[in-house]
């Protein structure tokens, strides 16, 4: 009757019951059915908000080109906020980048290095942006000022744990050679990480790109103020202009930060990018990293 | 030429790796440094170029003790220490020519460095090399694209570039095919003789040793047990180093 194998002692089960993760689970639906409570979210509420949305979704169309100078000059301002900032951001990154790095530096170097990293981090670009006009008033430059510091995290993060995944093997050849530090950093380190930092740096100039139609909004310069105005005065149609101009922006951005990383990467040419699928070129970009 | 006095080395402290270890290598040949595995073997030749600390001792080497030098001292001498490694440690995504010029990064500035503004001559050097080695043609390729053969070969010839007084190498062939080992133990053998420098090679593979070395250093437990010709390595000595005697029967 008694087979082997349920003789087993129950240690020996082999697929052991985790109980900690089914626990969590229920703990966490039990929540999102408090929290729907709490926030009075019901079906009533859902019925009413998609009539509205029907309503507002109507008057977005047709979109209303016919302020299109307005439109220009805000995503013209955007965009100059958005490469200014990813420019300042990643050349203040860098060097933060390299020196939070506790591989390459002593303990006294990288963790401030890494603090200033966490700071810039820890808010989100829009506070940011309300503190920088506080500070230095409407306009552009408290939106540059804003992308900056949320470059400067997002690099300055990524770049060190970069730096800290790389072949110290590597590095020890080349201080075998009797390298002084920089060539060591030029040989033996930027080598490593030169092609996933380019991945950075496009992401990054991408996100600033759509951070900086937003940041007008709390009033930092870019097509946000321009949005936020039309919004308020109901011009919806203007509204759909904006929104429509803004996603072409976001795609051009998308393009340019694809021939960049084709051109720095170096394993396609321009040509390739409108040859090949989509799919292969990513294949050959992942494999590069 | 180099000297090893009391040198001692323990990665955590009251368990040395490296105990006491005296040595002279003369002006040139080959000493093949043999062991068990975890005996100290790659602890002892790594302490030469102080890419890990003696814990006490002197490296008496060109008239100086490079168990005291810092800073720009340290790496002065290290240009003069060609190192060649089990895994080539090679820059995986820089070319062969940008591998070969890393051994000239002690003696160019870092600014023309990192501009490529290499000597003409270390260039021209770098071309040479690359045919002595048998990779005419490689310059361009980028060392990622390379067999572990034609990897080492790199290697060895970065180490030559550094126009060094010593050579080491910490398990050159461990990596590689026996017959890739042959001709790469044969390479180092060459450029030994031909620059008329001393290597210091430790390795896994006794037959190896006896066949290229002028001479054999055997390692046990962090001390030298054995150190003469590869004709007094006599199965005796061999179950002295490496304990037992099953493994003898070949």
């Known amino acids: 009757m008694s087979s082997p194998i349920r003789a087993l002692p129950p240690a020996d089960d082999p697929f052991p019951r985790a109980w900690w993760p089914r626990v969590t689970m229920v703990l966490v639906a039990v929540y999102v059915v408090y929290a729907c409570a709490q926030l009075d979210v019901s079906w009533e509420r859902v019925q009413t908000g998609l009539a509205n949305a029907a309503h507002f979704f109507g008057r977005l169309f047709p979109p209303n080109f016919t302020r299109w100078e307005l439109l220009l000059k805000g995503l013209l301002e955007s965009l100059q906020i958005a490469v200014l900032a990813s420019t300042l951001g990643i050349a203040l990154a860098l060097p933060l980048g390299l020196l939070g790095a506790r591989n390459l530096m002593p303990a006294w170097v990288s963790w401030p290095a890494r603090a200033i990293v966490v700071v810039a981090r820890s808010l989100h670009p829009v506070i940011v942006a309300i503190l920088f006009v506080k500070a230095v008033g409407f306009g552009a430059l408290a939106g540059i000022l804003a992308l900056t510091v949320a470059s400067v995290g997002f690099i300055g993060k990524l770049f060190t744990e970069a730096i800290e995944e790389i072949s110290l093997k590597q590095v020890e050849a080349v201080r075998a050679t009797g390298a002084p530090f920089f060539s060591v950093l030029g040989y033996g380190v930027l080598p490593q990480v030169f092609s996933r930092f380019i991945g950075f740096a496009t992401y990054q100039l991408d996100s600033n790109l759509r951070n900086s139609t937003m940041v007008g909004i709390v009033g930092a310069g870019g097509i946000g103020g321009?949005?936020?105005?039309?919004?308020?005065?109901?011009?919806?149609?203007?509204?759909?202009?904006?929104?429509?101009?803004?996603?072409?922006?976001?795609?051009?951005?998308?393009?340019?930060?694809?021939?960049?990383?084709?051109i720095f990467i170096g394993n396609a040419t321009l040509a390739d990018l409108f040859r090949r699928g989509a799919g292969g070129r990513r294949d050959r970009l992942v494999e590069d990293d | 030429m180099l000297t090893l006095r009391h040198?001692?080395?323990?990665?955590?402290?009251?368990?040395p790796v490296l105990q006491d270890i005296d040595l002279d290598?003369?002006?040139?040949?080959?000493?093949?440094?043999?062991?068990?595995?975890?005996?100290?073997?790659?602890?002892?030749?790594?302490?030469?170029?102080?890419?890990?600390?003696?814990?006490?001792?002197?490296?008496?080497?060109?008239?100086?003790?490079?168990?005291?030098?810092?800073?720009?001292?340290?790496?002065?001498?290290?240009?003069?220490?060609?190192?060649?490694?089990?895994?080539?440690?090679?820059?995986?995504?820089?070319?062969?020519?940008?591998?070969?010029?890393?051994?000239?990064?002690?003696y160019v500035g870092a600014w023309k460095a990192w501009r490529r503004k290499f000597p003409p001559e270390d260039i021209r050097r770098a071309f040479e090399l690359l045919d002595v080695v048998g990779l005419a043609g490689f310059a361009h390729r980028r060392a990622?694209?390379?067999?572990?053969g034609q990897r080492q070969r790199v290697g060895i010839a970065r180490a030559v570039m550094q126009e060094p007084k010593l050579l080491l190498a910490d398990e050159p062939t461990s990596s590689l095919d026996p017959k890739t080992s042959v001709e790469i133990m044969q390479l180092l053998a060459d450029v030994a003789r031909s620059r008329g420098i001393p290597v210091l090679i430790n390795m896994h593979a006794v037959a190896l040793g006896k066949r290229f070395a002028d001479r054999i250093v055997g390692m046990s437990g962090g001390r030298i047990v054995f150190d003469g010709p590869p004709a007094n390595l006599s199965d005796d000595v061999l179950k002295q180093i490496y304990g037992g005697e099953d493994w003898l029967d070949e």
Do not use: W
């Not at chain 1, 005065?233 to 990383?261: K, N, P, Q, W």
């Not at chain 2, 040198?7 to 368990?15: A, C, D, E, Q, T």
């Open chain 2, 25 to 106: 290598i003369a002006a040139r040949g080959i000493t093949a440094v043999i062991g068990p595995s975890g005996t100290g073997k790659s602890t002892l030749i790594r302490c030469i170029n102080r890419l890990v600390e003696p814990t006490a001792g002197e490296i008496l080497f060109d008239g100086a003790d490079l168990a005291r030098l810092s800073g720009a001292a340290l790496r002065h001498a290290r240009r003069h220490i060609g190192m060649v490694f089990q895994e080539y440690n090679l820059v995986e995504r820089l070319t062969v020519m940008e591998n070969l010029l890393c051994g000239r990064l002690g």
């Open chain 2, 7 to 15: 040198l001692s080395k323990s990665y955590v402290p009251g368990k």
């Open chain 1, 226 to 262: 321009t949005l936020f105005a039309a919004f308020q005065r109901f011009d919806y149609d203007f509204v759909c202009a904006i929104l429509i101009a803004i996603i072409s922006l976001i795609m051009l951005g998308e393009l340019f930060a694809t021939a960049v990383r084709a």
């Open chain 2, 144 to 148: 990622d694209a390379l067999s572990g």
